[in-house]
């Protein structure tokens, strides 16, 4: 099955205190990136992947660090979480990183920072 | 850049009512617009998408309209079923360089039965 699978689902961690959601594809996909969502703001791209080694900032990547060593895996680290990085976070990925391409989102990593 | 507005932020309707979610964008070379639901506790999925070389697009019971002289394209459900219950999120690329899609805040959809 096709899919997007990120983990961990759901986190509470300290103000801190580093940690990684990773983010893994099956469908072979170029084009991988990371967002989160909050009440009233919607989806905000935090950085997105074109290809193996090609990142780049997107609108929101303040204490956020990102990095595509295989074409499946886009791990998204937060080295020292604070508070207002409290959020719902999507991993997505597409074919390619070109306009006209469906992106598959993930299911959601929960996190909140105390 | 791009710059996508989204109304309203939450639509309440009856059974079998239709619903419309209108959005517009700011940029001219924006020519793919797709639409996302996303159900509670899950991620957004595509339900359907319209390019710029066609006005309206129908799939069962949602349709999406373009207008790109305007600038703005809407999404209509009709009879609407609680399980339309949802965020909706439009969002708008560009045809030039890396797919950055640029999204709407999201409706939240409410189908009461």
């Known amino acids: 099955e096709a899919q997007v699978t990120q983990n961990p689902r759901y986190l509470i961690t300290v103000t801190g205190k580093k940690l990684t959601v990773t983010c893994s594809q099956n469908m072979n996909h170029e084009y991988m990136s990371w967002y989160r969502q909050d009440p009233g703001l919607g989806l905000r791209q935090i950085y997105y992947?074109?290809?193996?080694?090609?990142?780049d900032k997107g609108d929101v990547p303040e204490g956020y660090k990102v990095s595509r060593k295989e074409k499946r895996n886009f791990p998204l680290i937060l080295e020292s979480p604070s508070p207002n990085q409290t959020s719902l976070y999507f991993c997505?990925?597409?074919?390619?990183?070109?306009?006209?391409?469906?992106?598959?989102f993930g299911e959601g990593s929960w996190l909140t920072v105390v | 850049g791009e710059n996508v507005e989204q109304h309203p932020s939450t639509l309440s309707v009856q059974e079998g009512d239709s619903a419309v979610i209108k959005c517009t964008y700011s940029?001219?070379?924006?020519?793919?617009f797709p639409w996302y639901k996303q159900e509670l506790g899950k991620g957004p999925q595509l339900i359907i998408d319209?390019?710029?070389?066609?006005g309206e697009k129908k799939d069962q019971r949602i349709a999406v309209t373009l207008n790109k002289t305007a600038k703005h394209f809407s999404l209509h459900i009709t009879e609407t079923q609680p399980e339309d219950s949802a965020v909706y999120f439009c969002a708008a690329t560009s045809s030039g360089g890396s797919y950055i899609p640029t999204f709407g805040r999201g409706t939240s959809l409410i189908v009461h039965p």
């Open positions: 319209i390019r710029s070389n066609v």
């Open positions: 992947s074109m290809n193996v080694e090609v990142t």
């Open positions: 997505a990925s597409s074919v390619t990183g070109y306009s006209g391409n469906t992106i598959y």
């Open positions: 940029d001219s070379a924006s020519n793919y």
